[in-house]
């Protein structure tokens, strides 16, 4: 038993160490993606020129694609790791995101242009308000400062924020999202 343990044991913490050298590198890598595929689409529908126009809308579609990398990279996470409200929120976006894609290709809506932006302002930001002030009365307002709890909670702020926005009387956005 104990040779058993001398032969196998260092090749066992070795790809460990490899996996979690791994794991930064495949989270960049798809944030990089996440990226690459929202400018890839404000390029595709014009929106990249200087001065900028439809700044909003351009960076709405860059927080959807972001909202599509969340869960990919939060599943990857090991499991020791607390999660904060902004992981939580970034992940539940994510996973809207990704369920409204579906159901749309279910029905034969194929187009990868409103893949980031399925969901308008208003519905994505009074729903994501609604995930955060729930997570918030369920498990309080922890202190983890991840770099993935910051992110989701940049994300959560700004779709909150498009959604009040979109909201106001007599003051539409007078942006398209799709």
């Known amino acids: ?17 490899a996996t979690a050298q791994a794991t930064p590198v495949l989270n960049a890598f798809l ?6 595929f929202g400018l890839w689409l404000l390029v595709r529908r014009g929106n990249v020129s200087w001065p900028p126009t439809n700044l909003l809308s351009s960076a709405y579609t860059v927080a959807g ?11 990857r996470r090991e499991g020791g790791e607390g999660s904060g409200l902004g992981e939580q929120a970034w992940l539940t976006g994510g996973l809207l995101l990704w369920l409204s ?8 809506d194929y187009r990868a242009a409103t893949w980031a932006t399925p969901l308008a302002a208003p519905t994505l930001g009074m729903t ?11 498990h ?21 924020g498009m959604g009040v ?14």
């Open 31 to 36: 944030i990089v993606l996440a990226l690459a």
């Open 140 to 160: 309080g307002g922890g202190r983890n400062w991840s770099w993935t709890n910051v992110l989701g909670w940049v994300l959560v702020v700004f779709w909150i």
């Open 1 to 17: 038993m104990i040779v058993w343990g001398l032969c196998f044991m260092p090749a066992k913490r070795d790809a460990d160490r």
């Open 101 to 108: 894609n579906l159901v749309a290709a279910i029905q034969g």
């Open 65 to 75: 694609c972001l909202a599509l990398a969340g869960p990919l990279v939060l599943a």
């Open 165 to 178: 926005r979109a909201l106001w009387p007599g003051r539409g956005l007078g942006l398209t999202f799709r």
């Open 128 to 138: 994501m308000l609604a995930v955060l002030l729930a997570s918030w009365r369920l």
